[in-house]
């Protein structure tokens, strides 16, 4: 499943960079794309979007919804699975998107509610301008993840915005393991 997450953060990406070529084609240059800002609120609802029309086929109840309105539920999105009488059987998902705050203290603040949940599946989306500001940040929560004497396995997406690059990065890890494994 965690392949498929990054398959849909590129489709995001691609419709992103996509987007930033037509508006400025729009504006008389086409070849001054890169400067055209993707703003965090808009990657937000865009990764929020693509998750919960996916999360929908594959038969998952999505917090936030914009389809029922349904806000935040504990974590900035989660896929949650009910039964037939519409008991909850659990979450399967758990993400926290923090595009707009650079300052790591603060990402770690969300980065560790995750360890918190019990999904199956934890994603983590971040941005920082350089490769290496996003791979050295990444390095520090596989840190971190690393000292958490996590109960339930669960597998770990980091997925690091690079506004320089214009593109997602990924690292992604099992934890709840006896060795965490970065892959």
């Keep these: 499943m965690i392949e498929q997450f990054k398959q849909w953060l590129l489709e995001v990406q691609d419709a992103a960079l996509e987007e930033k070529k037509e508006k400025a084609e729009k504006q008389g240059d086409a070849s001054q794309w890169k400067k055209q800002i993707w703003k965090s609120p808009e990657k937000n609802r865009a990764i929020k979007a693509k998750f919960r029309d996916e999360g929908a086929q594959l ?11 349904a806000r935040e539920w504990l974590y900035d999105f989660v896929w949650r699975k009910f039964d037939d009488e519409n ?25 560790t509610k995750l360890f918190q949940s019990d999904a199956s599946y934890k994603v983590f989306v971040f941005q920082f301008k350089t490769e290496d500001e996003v791979g050295a940040a990444m390095e520090h929560f596989i840190q971190s993840a690393q000292r958490y004497k996590t109960k339930i396995p669960a597998q770990m997406l980091l997925c690091g915005w690079s506004t320089s690059l214009n593109r997602f990065l990924f690292s992604d890890f099992k934890m709840g393991s006896p060795a965490l494994t970065v892959e």
């Excluded at 038969?59 to 309105?69: A, L």
Aim: charged share 30%.
């Design 87 to 111: 008991h909850l059987q659990e979450v399967v998902l758990a993400m926290e998107i923090e595009m707009s705050d650079r300052n790591m203290r603060s990402l770690m603040l969300d980065f």
């Design 59 to 69: 038969g998952y109840r999505s917090r936030p919804s914009y389809k029922t309105g």
